[in-house]
C-alpha cells in the first residue's frame, strides 16, 4: 500500500484565537520552524508530509479560503526572491514553496457540519487511495531521529497494509479533550494495537469501565494524536452515517466502524502534539520547535532572559 495523498483540515475560524484569526487565518499564523525559519503553520504542517513521502496534499477550507492561501503563499515566494537577491537560504525556501503551490489542491466546506463532514469534503481528491489525515491546527515534535511522525505512520500503514491511527497515553484529566481508545497489543510489535472501541471525549467514569488498556500506566489512556492513515472506504461509512448526523456529522462513529470491518490499528508515535488552539498553544508549540531545532541555543537564551526579567520585577 502505497499512501501518496495528504488532507489537511482547516476550515474552522478558530474561534479559541479571536481576535487574531478574525484578521488572519489562522493556519498562517507565523512560527519558527525547526530550521530556524518562520512560516506560516500550515507550511510547516505540509512540509512534515512531504519529507514523510507523501505527493499531493488537499486542504479542506472555509469558502474563498483556498484563494487567499494561494495568494499568500504565491505572494512570499516572490517576495524572497525580490527581498533577498543572491541568498541561497531564500531561494531554498522559495523553491520550497514553489513546490507546495505546486502539489495543493483544495475543497471547500461549505457549512461547519462537523470533523466528519469536513473529511468528506476531499473525497473527490482522494478518490480510491489510502490517505494520511492532518489537523490544520496541530505541529508536532518527533522523539526519532531523521523520522517525523508522519513518517513512524506511514511506514506502519505501508508495512501493514491497513489504516492506521497515531495514538499517545495521555493523563486521564486530559480525556475531554481527545478522542480515545482500546485494544489488544500486537504481538512483537512494542506499541501497535489492534482497535477494538473508540470514544469521543469520553468521561473518566466511561474511560475506567471501557477504555482501560493493559500496560499502560495507571490513569493513563490512548488518546488520537491528530494525525491518521486511512483507507477509502472510510468516506462510504461518512456518506451513511451523514443520512442521520443531524448536521454533525463527527469522525469518531466513522472510525469505530471501521475497525469493526477491516483492520486497523493504532501506534504509540514518538513525539510530542502541540494543539496551537489551546490557551498559550501557539507559545508552547514555538517553545517545542525551538528546542528542537536549529533555534535552540537562541531560544533557550530568550527564556532565561524573559525569566530574570519576571524575577527581577
Avoid at 502534539?273 to 528542537?292: F, I, M, N, V
Wanted: glycine share 8%.
Amino acid at each position: 500500500m502505497k499512501v501518496r495523498k495528504a488532507v489537511i483540515t482547516a476550515a474552522a475560524r478558530g474561534e479559541r484565537l479571536y481576535p487574531v484569526a478574525d484578521t488572519i487565518q489562522k493556519a498562517m499564523l507565523p512560527v519558527v520552524d525547526l530550521d530556524g525559519l518562520h512560516k506560516p503553520t500550515i507550511q510547516i504542517i505540509a512540509e512534515e508530509a512531504f519529507s514523510s513521502g507523501i505527493e499531493e496534499i488537499c486542504v479542506v477550507c472555509a469558502p474563498g479560503d483556498g484563494e487567499r492561501y494561494l495568494a499568500a503563499f504565491a505572494s512570499l515566494r516572490d517576495n524572497l526572491g525580490r527581498s533577498y537577491q543572491g541568498s541561497d537560504w531564500a531561494m531554498q525556501q522559495a523553491e520550497k514553496i514553489d513546490f507546495l503551490l505546486s502539489r495543493l489542491h483544495f475543497a471547500e466546506q461549505a457549512e461547519p457540519l462537523g470533523y466528519g463532514h469536513a473529511v468528506a469534503c476531499a473525497r473527490a481528491f482522494v478518490q480510491d487511495e489510502p490517505f494520511l489525515l492532518l489537523l490544520g491546527d496541530y505541529l508536532y515534535v518527533s522523539a526519532q531521529a531523521g523520522q517525523r511522525c508522519a513518517a513512524q505512520l506511514l511506514a506502519l500503514a505501508t508495512r501493514e497494509e491497513c489504516s492506521v491511527s497515531a495514538v499517545n497515553p495521555t493523563i486521564e484529566h486530559q480525556l475531554g479533550r481527545y478522542g480515545t481508545l482500546t485494544g489488544a497489543l500486537v504481538a512483537g510489535q512494542a506499541g501497535v494495537y489492534e482497535i477494538e472501541k473508540i470514544i469521543e471525549k469520553p468521561s473518566l467514569s466511561t474511560a475506567e469501565l471501557e477504555l482501560a488498556t493493559p500496560g499502560l500506566r495507571a490513569g493513563y489512556y490512548l488518546c488520537f494524536f491528530g494525525m491518521h492513515v486511512l483507507t477509502p472506504s472510510l468516506f462510504g461509512i461518512l456518506e451513511r452515517h451523514q443520512a442521520t448526523s443531524n448536521g454533525n456529522l463527527l469522525l469518531t462513529p466513522a472510525l469505530q466502524e471501521l475497525a469493526e470491518t477491516e483492520k486497523y490499528l493504532a501506534l504509540e508515535v514518538q513525539g510530542t502534539r502541540y494543539d496551537l488552539s489551546r490557551p498559550h498553544g501557539l507559545l508552547r508549540a514555538q517553545l517545542a520547535l525551538g528546542l528542537a531545532g536549529d533555534a535552540r541555543t537562541e531560544t533557550l537564551s530568550t527564556m532565561v532572559e524573559l525569566l530574570a526579567e519576571a524575577n527581577g520585577r
